[in-house]
């Protein structure tokens, strides 16, 4: 089994910061991509920022400047730091990993339990 278990959601005001953590466990081979996705009441999960094995960072436009992704490869954490938040970031986050859970296996996708994030004054 593998389980990703997220934290560092909370209550902040606009322009304040928020640093997420998650870490994947269990039963895991290896790690291509970490990212964090996140769903706000009556809208479509979305992706935030991705990261790869080698480093390489993707990011919505709407965090792109304010967000940076980061991961510890020996660790099977990520982490999502999180700055001059808005009201409009305001969601449930998600972290999503694809990874081989035994060698040879395919890659499968697993996703956290959800943690909330709340900008308001």
């Known amino acids: 089994q593998v389980q990703l278990v997220e934290s560092g959601g909370g209550l902040v005001q606009p322009g304040g910061s928020l640093r997420l953590s998650c870490v994947a466990s269990?039963?895991?081979?290896?790690?291509?991509?970490m990212g964090w996705y996140r769903q706000a009441p009556g809208k479509e999960r979305e992706l935030v920022a991705l990261?790869?094995?080698?480093?390489?960072?993707n990011y919505a436009d709407s965090v792109k400047g304010r967000f940076t992704i980061s991961r510890v490869n020996a660790k099977n954490t990520a982490y999502l730091q999180m700055n001059g938040l808005k009201p409009e970031d305001t969601a449930v986050y998600y972290c999503?990993?694809?990874?081989?859970?035994?060698?040879?296996?395919?890659?499968?996708?697993?996703w956290g339990q959800g943690t909330q994030v709340t900008v308001s004054s």
């Open positions: 990261i790869t094995s080698g480093g390489r960072t």
């Open positions: 999503n990993s694809v990874l081989f859970p035994a060698e040879g296996s395919n890659w499968s996708h697993y």
């Open positions: 269990g039963s895991i081979f290896s790690i291509d991509s």
